[in-house]
């Protein structure tokens, strides 16, 4: 039997076990921490990356397009009978949902409003662009569920759930994006393509207090906190605070911010992406103020899966 290897929130999988479950083959799924990766893993996984998919002859396959790719060799299509330039379309349209994930990621991350508006504004390009490709529906070719719908399904199912925790609809304005949404709710595939306790893990971190969606997408972000005067770095690199900040220039700490984003990512699984090694400099610049989370986040311009 096919095998997943998954962390709880990835979009990347949950593409992956949408084909699974809508061409009907069997699979067992399993979930790992991001933060501690284990050996058996690592030795299997080239970019020690989710998806991994195990074929039944033990082959360990990498990168969601590329098992998406073999598990459509592998079964029959969800839409027979397409011409050549059809399923290239579908390949070209399926792409523009799925390099919009880590968007949506960054975006629900947002602290305030400002910042939500400027990062869903790509977001929101991609969902008019769908919008003004959909025909009558319910899905995105028409009557038969295919693989667009899968690649789109991680992007509408996390909108679906932002909805109904804080009434604030990524969709706003775009009734077709509405209803093809909502076709693809009914079908049950965003429930079983991920684990029981998905809503709950996605809503912890995506919807928690320190996020504008998460207040309710509507009240103000949080005051920062000021940094402390015993953790005040100089220009020539001493401080009077602790010892971890004596070798940090103030001139290093975009890295070092950057570093840190990464690290965040990975831990959440948003980017589904191996995680830098926890350190007591990053834990203490962050508790210090000397930047943010949404801060390290916006530096980041790498695409992950």
């Known amino acids: 039997m096919i095998k997943i290897v998954s962390f709880k929130i990835c979009p990347f999988v949950q593409r992956v076990t949408a084909m699974l479950e809508a061409?009907?083959?069997?699979?067992?799924?399993?979930?790992?921490?991001?933060?501690?990766?284990?050996?058996?893993?690592?030795?299997?996984?080239p970019n020690?990356?989710?998806?991994?998919?195990?074929?039944?002859?033990?082959?360990?396959?990498?990168?969601?397009d590329a098992i998406v790719e073999y598990i459509d060799e592998i079964s029959a299509p969800l839409q027979p009978d397409l011409t050549p330039e059809a399923r290239a379309l579908n390949r070209a349209w399926s792409y523009q949902g799925s390099k919009h994930y880590l968007v949506q990621?960054?975006?629900?991350?947002?602290?305030?409003?400002?910042?939500?508006?400027?990062?869903?504004?790509?977001?929101?390009?991609?969902?008019?662009?769908a919008e003004?490709?959909?025909?009558d529906g319910p899905f995105f070719n028409g009557a038969t569920l295919?693989?667009?719908?899968?690649?789109?399904?991680?992007?509408?199912?996390r909108a679906a759930i932002v909805q109904a925790h804080s009434s604030h609809d990524m969709l706003a304005g775009l009734?077709?994006?509405?209803a093809w949404q909502q076709a693809l709710m009914a079908t049950g595939l965003p429930t079983k393509t991920v684990s029981p306790d998905f809503e709950?893990?996605?809503?912890?971190?995506?919807l928690a207090e320190r996020t504008w969606l998460g207040r309710g997408a509507s009240a103000p972000a949080p005051r920062p906190q000021k940094l402390p005067a015993a953790a005040v770095v100089n220009k020539k690199g001493g401080s009077s605070g602790p010892p971890f900040f004596h070798s940090i220039d103030q001139q290093h700490l975009p890295l070092l911010g950057v570093a840190l984003g990464v690290q965040q990512l990975a831990f959440s699984g948003a980017a589904c992406t191996s995680g830098l090694a926890t350190s007591t400099a990053f834990s203490a610049?962050?508790?210090?103020?000397?930047?943010?989370?949404?801060?390290?986040?916006?530096?980041?311009s790498t695409r992950s899966e």
């Open 23 to 45: 061409k009907g083959l069997p699979y067992d799924i399993e979930y790992i921490s991001l933060k501690d990766k284990p050996d058996w893993f690592l030795e299997l996984s």
């Open 48 to 64: 020690s990356q989710v998806p991994l998919l195990v074929t039944q002859g033990g082959v360990a396959l990498f990168e969601s």
């Open 105 to 129: 990621c960054s975006t629900m991350q947002s602290a305030d409003h400002a910042t939500y508006l400027e990062r869903h504004s790509k977001l929101a390009k991609a969902f008019a662009k």
């Open 132 to 135: 003004a490709q959909l025909g």
């Open 146 to 157: 295919g693989n667009v719908d899968m690649a789109w399904l991680p992007l509408l199912h």
């Open 175 to 178: 009734p077709k994006a509405q």
């Open 200 to 206: 709950e893990a996605f809503a912890r971190f995506y």
């Open 285 to 300: 610049a962050t508790a210090a103020g000397i930047f943010t989370r949404s801060d390290s986040f916006s530096r980041l």
